[in-house]
């Protein structure tokens, strides 16, 4: 059986899909990164190759996210995309006519608008907590609640409590005063459900055209409170796909799928990579008053790839020289 790899590489987790010729998901990991992105793409290589049948082919390979070209050098790529292609690819398959992805990880949120399948619109936000699944991590801990049950109880509150959600700090303090004006926990969490959807759609949501049909992904979408949060603010139906926390991965595997076919070969380095040695050095270059830090990615002992020199010294050397770790 033909299969294609999708790896997304963020800060918070790393996802792996494998998809066969019609789409489907085969397998899927999810890792946390914790820093360290190359351990995490060769840990999941190794998971998904360790849980592999016979008879299936890995026919290509492709990466996305905030870590793309690092995890591309490692598995051996055929296409590395940016995260906003990627999802669009995927939320397109699985809903042809989609108009707009709301997607909210851990740390980051995006919102991508599209119209006959194209990316018109596009808005990623990477620093403010407010409008990510941290803000509701951050009061669920303070709130001694699993995560896991925020959406439930969200969903159980009888009026909606309104909390000053546009930092966290300020979040914080007013969930504090309507704890003390005797509104039920429910209702606070279904409030810092709503907190949260306001500040994402005064945020990278501003101006955007939101329009139906909606896929709401990302890991916060498993949140049953914030989906329903969506629809109220919204007045607009949203739908959660059943993949939801790893649409980037198989956004990145069907382009694999796409790329392979136009150019007939893979160049999938094997499940052996999980056994390889990669490792990052770096080092300053003195040959100018710039001082630049070069970075170089290694493979058992051969360059791969060099970044970090504004003149273009040392990523030359890589094709000038291949695979050489002569930085003369
Ligand atoms: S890499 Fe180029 S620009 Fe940077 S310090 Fe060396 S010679 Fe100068």
Not at 1 to 12: A, C, E, H, I, N
Not at 149 to 158: E, I, R, S, V
Request: proline share 2%; charged share 20%; net charge negative.
């Amino acid at each position: 059986m033909k299969t294609y790899l999708g790896v997304d590489v963020g800060s918070v987790s790393t996802d792996i899909a494998l998809i066969d010729e019609d789409g489907n998901v085969l397998d899927s990991v999810y890792l946390r990164t914790q820093g360290q992105p190359i351990k995490a793409v060769q840990d999941g290589i190794r998971q998904i190759g360790d849980r592999l049948d016979g008879n299936v082919k890995v026919c290509g390979v492709g990466t996305t996210g905030s870590g793309r070209q690092l995890a591309g050098l490692i598995v051996g790529a055929d296409i590395v995309k940016n995260e906003i292609t990627a999802h669009a690819v995927a939320s397109s398959r699985i809903l042809p006519d989609v108009h707009t992805i709301l997607e909210i990880g851990g740390q980051d949120s995006k919102i991508i608008i599209l119209r006959n399948g194209i990316v018109t619109d596009f808005a990623m936000n990477t620093v403010c907590a407010a409008g990510t699944g941290s803000f509701l991590d951050q009061q669920a801990y303070r709130l001694g609640i699993p995560i896991e049950k925020f959406g439930d109880m969200a969903l159980k509150a009888n009026t909606s409590v309104r909390i000053a959600g546009r930092c966290t700090v300020f979040a914080e303090s007013d969930m504090i005063h309507k704890q003390q004006l005797g509104y039920s926990t429910e209702e606070i969490i279904n409030g810092l459900c709503e907190a949260l959807v306001r500040n994402y759609l005064n945020n990278i949501g501003k101006g955007k055209d939101i329009a139906e049909p909606i896929l709401f992904q990302g890991g916060v979408a498993a949140n049953k409170g914030i989906k329903a949060a969506f629809e109220r603010a919204l007045g607009m139906d949203v739908v959660v796909p059943e993949y939801y926390g790893i649409m980037g991965a198989i956004g990145a595997a069907l382009l694999a799928e796409e790329a392979v076919k136009r150019q007939d070969v893979t160049r999938f380095k094997g499940f052996e990579i999980s056994d390889m040695s990669f490792v990052n050095n770096g080092f300053d270059c003195n040959g100018c008053a710039n001082m630049c830090e070069v970075v170089e990615f290694v493979q058992n002992g051969c360059v791969l790839a060099r970044w970090g020199d504004k003149c273009g010294k040392w990523t030359n050397s890589i094709y000038n020289k291949e695979s050489s770790l002569n930085r003369a």
